[in-house]
C-alpha cells in the first residue's frame, strides 16, 4: 500500500493551497482518513479528518479556514486550506484506515512520507 501527498510549498500569508493525498495497492475498504502536521517544535497535530461517510472534524486552530474532502472512487482525500497564516508551516502528513484484500478483518493507519506547507512572506 502507497499513501502519498502533493500539493505543499510556498505560500504569502492569507494566501491557499490545496493538498492532496491518494492511497493505492491491495486495499479492501478505506475508512477514516485525515491530515496532521508537525514541526520540529511540536508533536504531530491533526488538522482535519474525515469519515467514509463524509463526517468532518477540526480543531478550532483551523477551523473555518481548513476543509478537508475525499473522492472515495480515486481512493484520495483533499485539504483546501485558505487564510494560511505563519503557524500553519508545517509538514504535513496524510493518513488512511484501511483494510488490505488479504485481511478485510483487521485496520490499520497507512501514513505517507509527508509534503512541507511553509507561510512566509
Known amino acids: 500500500v502507497q499513501v502519498v501527498e502533493s500539493g505543499g510549498g510556498l505560500v504569502q500569508p492569507g494566501g491557499s493551497l490545496r493538498l492532496s493525498c491518494a492511497a493505492s495497492?491491495?486495499?479492501?475498504?478505506?475508512?477514516?482518513m485525515g491530515w496532521y502536521r508537525q514541526t520540529p517544535e511540536k508533536q504531530r497535530e491533526m488538522v482535519a479528518i474525515i469519515t467514509n461517510f463524509g463526517q468532518a472534524d477540526y480543531p478550532d486552530s483551523v477551523k473555518g479556514r481548513f476543509t478537508i474532502s475525499r473522492d472515495n472512487a480515486k481512493n484520495t482525500v483533499y485539504l483546501q486550506m485558505n487564510s494560511l497564516k505563519p503557524e500553519d508551516t508545517a509538514v504535513y502528513y496524510c493518513?488512511?484506515?484501511?483494510?488490505?484484500?488479504?485481511?478485510?478483518?483487521?485496520?490499520?493507519?497507512?501514513w505517507g512520507q509527508g509534503t512541507q506547507v511553509t507561510v512566509s512572506s
Open positions: 495497492g491491495n486495499i479492501f475498504n478505506i475508512y477514516d
Open positions: 493518513k488512511a484506515q484501511l483494510t488490505l484484500t488479504t485481511q478485510t478483518y483487521r485496520r490499520d493507519d497507512y
